[in-house]
């Protein structure tokens, strides 16, 4: 695993987070006559038929073992099931702002399962950089967390999302694992979606939500986006990022993406930026760059 990042890992890093950061606009396209979990599994199965086409293209290892599909059963359940359903039924009642926060928190998660499960040191420079980054996501949403109400139904909706963050925490460190045993980034991924639509469509179906599909220019639209952009090329960036510099710094992307989130606001629905907006994403800037670069050795004047 590379300890450093360098210019490819930079480029998955904004891969990813310019991707996924596009996503929290065109989710909202999914939302109304197909229930969000079932939307969840009709973007993973449409997803994972392509990673198997990118399979197949690479000759890629499709032949597992009984344990590789369980340990891809695990990735599937918490990385493209429970992580997405819990995050879609939330943005029923929640802001993209509050959900971005919670979200935010994966790096702690991300960090601390690292070094259980991965047995990987923890960075004091770059948990620092994820309380910066942290921080100025909490002055950028500021308005979403003083107007929200603790005490009604929606308070349910952040609990969801804590969930969903705690899931892909784990589909992460599970990702890792498998990488660290022998499976690349696509077989495990393209039979991680399978069975996590798998799983998803079995949940819909005991809780008799209904397996529907709308054929709207604005469902299918959104559906088409966020299955080729945000799941077959964010996710192979991502998970790729994670197989080279570990789960813990991977997970900034998660601090980084609300900004393009932003950014997109204000170029397609007018947000006017304020000044305390502008300082709060160089705060996120700023816990990017500190927790992903690596501090200057300083060279001895001795010679030996």
Not at 160 to 180: D, Y
């Given at each position: 695993?590379?300890?450093?990042?360098?210019?490819f890992d930079i480029?998955l890093?904004g891969?990813t987070?310019?991707?996924w950061?596009?996503?929290?606009?065109?989710?909202?396209?999914?939302?109304g006559?197909?229930h969000?979990?079932?939307?969840?599994?009709?973007r993973?199965?449409l997803?994972?038929?392509?990673?198997?086409?990118?399979?197949l293209?690479?000759?890629e290892r499709?032949?597992?073992?009984?344990?590789?599909?369980?340990?891809?059963?695990?990735?599937?359940?918490?990385l493209?099931c429970?992580?997405?359903?819990?995050?879609?039924?939330?943005?029923l009642?929640?802001?993209t702002?509050l959900v971005?926060?919670v979200?935010s928190?994966?790096?702690?998660?991300n960090?601390l399962?690292?070094?259980?499960?991965?047995?990987q040191?923890?960075e004091?420079?770059s948990?620092?950089?994820?309380v910066i980054?942290v921080?100025?996501l909490l002055?950028?949403f500021?308005r979403?967390?003083l107007?929200?109400?603790?005490?009604t139904?929606?308070?349910?909706?952040i609990v969801?999302c804590?969930?969903g963050t705690?899931?892909?925490?784990?589909?992460?460190?599970v990702s890792a694992?498998?990488q660290r045993?022998?499976?690349s980034?696509?077989?495990?991924?393209?039979?991680?979606?399978l069975y996590?639509?798998i799983?998803?469509f079995?949940f819909a179906i005991?809780?008799?939500l209904g397996?529907?599909?709308?054929?709207?220019l604005t469902?299918?639209?959104?559906l088409?986006y966020?299955v080729i952009f945000g799941s077959v090329?964010?996710f192979g960036?991502y998970l790729?990022?994670i197989?080279?510099v570990g789960?813990g710094?991977?997970?900034?992307t998660?601090?980084a993406f609300?900004v393009?989130?932003v950014?997109?606001?204000?170029?397609f629905?007018?947000y006017?930026?304020?000044?305390?907006?502008v300082a709060a994403?160089?705060l996120v800037i700023?816990?990017?760059?500190l927790?992903?670069?690596k501090p200057?050795?300083q060279?001895?004047?001795?010679?030996?």
């Amino acid at each position: 695993m590379a300890s450093q990042i360098n210019r490819f890992d930079i480029t998955l890093f904004g891969i990813t987070v310019f991707t996924w950061g596009t996503t929290w606009f065109v989710i909202l396209g999914q939302l109304g006559v197909v229930h969000p979990v079932v939307s969840v599994g009709w973007r993973f199965l449409l997803a994972s038929g392509i990673v198997f086409g990118i399979c197949l293209y690479r000759s890629e290892r499709l032949r597992l073992t009984s344990i590789e599909h369980i340990q891809c059963a695990f990735l599937g359940f918490f990385l493209f099931c429970t992580n997405y359903g819990f995050f879609y039924t939330a943005s029923l009642s929640l802001t993209t702002g509050l959900v971005s926060i919670v979200f935010s928190t994966m790096v702690f998660w991300n960090t601390l399962g690292a070094r259980i499960f991965l047995g990987q040191p923890l960075e004091r420079r770059s948990l620092f950089g994820g309380v910066i980054g942290v921080s100025g996501l909490l002055i950028l949403f500021q308005r979403d967390l003083l107007e929200f109400n603790w005490f009604t139904a929606s308070s349910m909706a952040i609990v969801f999302c804590l969930i969903g963050t705690l899931s892909a925490s784990a589909g992460n460190i599970v990702s890792a694992a498998l990488q660290r045993r022998g499976l690349s980034v696509w077989n495990s991924t393209a039979y991680g979606m399978l069975y996590g639509s798998i799983l998803t469509f079995t949940f819909a179906i005991i809780s008799g939500l209904g397996i529907r599909f709308e054929w709207t220019l604005t469902y299918v639209g959104s559906l088409l986006y966020l299955v080729i952009f945000g799941s077959v090329i964010a996710f192979g960036s991502y998970l790729t990022l994670i197989g080279r510099v570990g789960p813990g710094k991977a997970a900034y992307t998660a601090v980084a993406f609300p900004v393009i989130a932003v950014l997109m606001s204000v170029i397609f629905e007018g947000y006017a930026l304020s000044l305390s907006a502008v300082a709060a994403m160089g705060l996120v800037i700023a816990g990017n760059w500190l927790a992903l670069s690596k501090p200057k050795v300083q060279k001895s004047t001795c010679r030996a």
